[in-house]
């Protein structure tokens, strides 16, 4: 299984509602990140967790929370977005945080829109 | 602060044509990678290099590292509609590993039938 699940794969949701992004991996991988991509842009890293750890957090508003219940998943909890949020999220994963040849597998994203 | 500068940014081309993507950076990286992600998916890595002037080849793409691991490039033979996308390079910087991987903006490339 080289997958990365992510779900839903779209969700819209207004400005007070809160909801969550999911992501599950079962390669053993004890890396796994939040990215946030803009339509045509690259992908910019939000969070990262090393052995459920947080290890980096690249200045995100508060109203992004993210959670690593285990090894295998991995959670991003929405709060009060504002509609320039609305992006595809990528989750991504690999073996560990800081090896230089490690690859990143992907998830297929979630397209959200907020209104 | 690393920069990648992938060049073009667009590149639309007609089935059978030849193309080169080039990805470059006054800074050095231990690795560079590149992904293909295709409208509402996400990035498939295709490469990682390593070794500086290292030449990898998947079918007809071919990717290169820099002799000085500051730059990389994607050429791509007889190019076919399927090869349609946005082409990502990537690098690992020297410190933090793949946690800290270094984006270029991508080349989105149409190939035409």
């Known amino acids: 299984d080289t997958e990365v699940t992510q779900t839903p794969k779209h969700l819209v949701m207004g400005m007070t509602n809160k909801k969550s992004l999911k992501c599950e991996q079962h390669m053993g991988h004890r890396a796994m990140y939040w990215y946030k991509q803009k339509a045509k842009k690259p992908p910019e890293l939000m969070f990262v967790y090393s052995y459920e750890k947080l290890s980096i957090n690249e200045s995100v508003p508060s109203r992004f929370s993210p959670e690593c219940p285990n090894s295998s998943l991995l959670n991003l909890h929405l709060h009060a977005l504002q509609p320039e949020d609305s992006a595809l999220y990528l989750c991504?994963?690999?073996?560990?945080?800081?090896?230089?040849?490690?690859?990143?597998?992907f998830g297929s994203g979630t397209q959200l829109s907020v209104l | 602060t690393q920069l990648l500068e992938q060049s073009p940014q667009f590149l639309s081309i007609q089935e059978g044509e030849n193309l080169t993507v080039y990805c470059n950076s006054s800074?050095?990286?231990?690795?560079l990678q590149w992904y293909r992600q295709e409208p509402g998916e996400g990035p498939v890595l295709l490469v990682t290099?390593?070794?500086?002037?290292e030449v990898k080849k998947l079918k007809r793409l071919t990717f290169q590292f820099g002799d000085a691991r500051k730059d990389s490039s994607l050429h791509i033979t007889a190019a076919q509609p399927g090869d349609t996308g946005l082409y990502l390079c990537?690098?690992?910087?020297?410190?933090?590993?793949?946690?800290?991987?270094?984006f270029g903006q991508g080349t989105r490339l149409t190939i035409n039938p």
């Open positions: 990537a690098g690992v910087p020297p410190e933090g590993g793949a946690q800290k991987l270094v």
């Open positions: 991504a994963s690999s073996q560990t945080s800081r090896d230089r040849a490690r690859k990143l597998f």
């Open positions: 800074s050095v990286f231990s690795s």
């Open positions: 290099v390593v070794t500086g002037g």
